[in-house]
């Protein structure tokens, strides 16, 4: 069982960045993590994924251009920046890990844990 944790949510200017961090714990068996977000009343949705095996990134055509996703080689910890937030941003962000396959990696079911979430709010 893999423990994640996100952190880096807030209230975030327009036109600013906001930088969310995932860390994860336990039976560490995943090669891949996988951003996703969910605003108030709409599905969760995909926004980024890393898998470090073959170093395969993925975007949403939403922040493609305007955010990257990395992570820390030692701390395991993997990172998604988005850069100029709308308030179209504004939702709960959830990082889920696993080991999916190519086809899965934009997908929800390609991810066997979950965090809690972060809420992001893009306002001033």
């Known amino acids: 069982q893999v423990h994640l944790v996100e952190s880096g949510g807030g209230l975030v200017q327009p036109g600013g960045s906001l930088r969310l961090s995932c860390a994860a714990s336990?039976?560490?068996?995943?090669?891949?993590m996988g951003w996703f977000r969910q605003a108030a009343g709409k599905e969760r949705e995909f926004v980024a994924a890393?898998?470090?095996?073959?170093?395969?990134?993925y975007y949403a055509d939403s922040v493609r251009g305007r955010s990257s996703i990395s992570r820390d080689k030692d701390s395991g910890a993997v990172w998604l920046q988005i850069d100029n937030v709308q308030p179209e941003d504004t939702a709960v962000y959830y990082c889920?890990?696993?080991?999916?396959?190519?086809?899965?990696?934009?997908?929800?079911?390609?991810?066997?844990?979950w965090g809690q979430g972060t809420q992001v709010t893009v306002g001033s």
């Open positions: 336990g039976s560490i068996d995943i090669n891949a």
């Open positions: 890393f898998r470090w095996t073959d170093k395969k990134k």
């Open positions: 889920g890990a696993g080991r999916p396959i190519v086809s899965t990696m934009a997908t929800m079911r390609g991810y066997s844990s």
